[in-house]
């Protein structure tokens, strides 16, 4: 199929991007990489009456550190993540996440931030910035505001940005030197989406676990925190069964797995426990 009639719009600055969204009245969509817009479009999924190209707004390919943060800007493409993009944890976590993404020809043309906006529950971006409590910024006619990326996803496919507001902007924190990190999928096929996937971070210190973040992918309708396990984790020894023991609490207190035709519920929570475990192990062993 073809995409129902549009009209075509590229603006220049991020504001007049803005004031074309708003003009719309919520019928407009935002094209950055367009890996899962345009294919919407084709099947008429989503019908929007103009659609708002922002590949020509300068300044919109940021990425680089500042105050101990890394800035990503709508126009970076997932490849650039592919090799460290900074020094220490953070930069090999990001690049470990970017290979796990689809295939080379849309990693050069999705984008983070498009995938932020997406929030495909499958996805791994959303999860790794609710993993790193990252910010993010939207841009609107009254100005920007900065929501953090826990709060921003509500559901699957759905964030607190109303379709008259830009995501123009997110911030990474650096993770500690000594941080340790994993990601860890679940497909059926290599093309697949993940039917589960965990983001660990964790720092050990004299054989204990000092500080942990772990991530769920698709073990819910939206990115999540495993907060219970992180809990269980603190001050546990690496070994033994604490690790598989914290992916059964993954599995219990933190999953919200929803029933899908080929995944029963318990069949997620059973790959969320083994997941969680391999994840922990990968980074911390």
């Given at each position: 199929m073809k995409p129902a009639p549009f009209d075509y719009v590229a603006p220049r600055t991020a504001e007049e991007a803005v004031g074309l969204l708003a003009a719309a009245g919520g019928d407009a969509q935002v094209l950055a990489g367009g890996q899962s817009l345009m294919l919407e479009l084709n099947f008429r999924t989503r019908r929007p009456s103009v659609l708002v190209d922002i590949n020509r707004v300068a300044g919109f390919s940021l990425l680089d550190v500042a105050d101990e943060t890394v800035r990503v800007g709508p126009l970076v493409r997932h490849r650039r993540f592919e090799s460290p993009v900074v020094d220490g944890p953070l930069g090999l976590l990001l690049a470990r996440v970017a290979r796990h993404i689809a295939h080379p020809p849309i990693r050069a043309r999705g984008t983070m931030l498009g995938s932020l906006a997406y929030a495909h529950p499958a996805a791994e971006w959303p999860a790794v910035a609710v993993t790193l409590d990252a910010e993010l910024d939207l841009l609107g006619l009254d100005?920007?505001?900065?929501?953090?990326?826990?709060?921003?996803?509500?559901?699957?496919?759905?964030?607190?940005?109303?379709?008259?507001?830009?995501?123009?902007?997110?911030?990474?924190?650096?993770?500690?030197?000594?941080?340790?990190?994993?990601?860890?999928?679940?497909?059926?096929?290599?093309?697949?989406?993940?039917?589960?996937?965990?983001?660990?971070?964790?720092?050990?210190?004299?054989?204990?676990?000092?500080?942990?973040?772990?991530?769920?992918?698709?073990?819910?309708?939206?990115?999540?925190?495993?907060?219970?396990?992180?809990?269980?984790?603190?001050?546990?020894?690496?070994?033994?069964?604490?690790?598989?023991?914290?992916?059964?609490?993954?599995?219990?207190?933190d999953a919200e797995p929803i029933g899908r035709p080929h995944a029963s519920v318990e069949y997620q929570r059973q790959a969320v426990a083994v997941l969680v475990q391999r994840a922990l192990e990968e980074a911390a062993c």
């Amino acid at each position: 199929m073809k995409p129902a009639p549009f009209d075509y719009v590229a603006p220049r600055t991020a504001e007049e991007a803005v004031g074309l969204l708003a003009a719309a009245g919520g019928d407009a969509q935002v094209l950055a990489g367009g890996q899962s817009l345009m294919l919407e479009l084709n099947f008429r999924t989503r019908r929007p009456s103009v659609l708002v190209d922002i590949n020509r707004v300068a300044g919109f390919s940021l990425l680089d550190v500042a105050d101990e943060t890394v800035r990503v800007g709508p126009l970076v493409r997932h490849r650039r993540f592919e090799s460290p993009v900074v020094d220490g944890p953070l930069g090999l976590l990001l690049a470990r996440v970017a290979r796990h993404i689809a295939h080379p020809p849309i990693r050069a043309r999705g984008t983070m931030l498009g995938s932020l906006a997406y929030a495909h529950p499958a996805a791994e971006w959303p999860a790794v910035a609710v993993t790193l409590d990252a910010e993010l910024d939207l841009l609107g006619l009254d100005g920007l505001r900065t929501v953090s990326a826990g709060d921003f996803f509500t559901g699957p496919f759905t964030t607190l940005r109303p379709p008259t507001e830009l995501l123009v902007e997110a911030r990474l924190p650096l993770l500690p030197p000594d941080a340790q990190v994993a990601i860890v999928e679940h497909r059926r096929t290599k093309a697949s989406f993940a039917e589960v996937a965990v983001v660990a971070v964790v720092t050990v210190h004299d054989g204990l676990v000092s500080t942990a973040r772990l991530g769920l992918i698709n073990a819910a309708d939206r990115p999540l925190r495993a907060y219970a396990a992180e809990r269980f984790l603190i001050g546990r020894p690496v070994a033994g069964f604490t690790f598989a023991d914290a992916g059964q609490v993954a599995a219990l207190e933190d999953a919200e797995p929803i029933g899908r035709p080929h995944a029963s519920v318990e069949y997620q929570r059973q790959a969320v426990a083994v997941l969680v475990q391999r994840a922990l192990e990968e980074a911390a062993c």
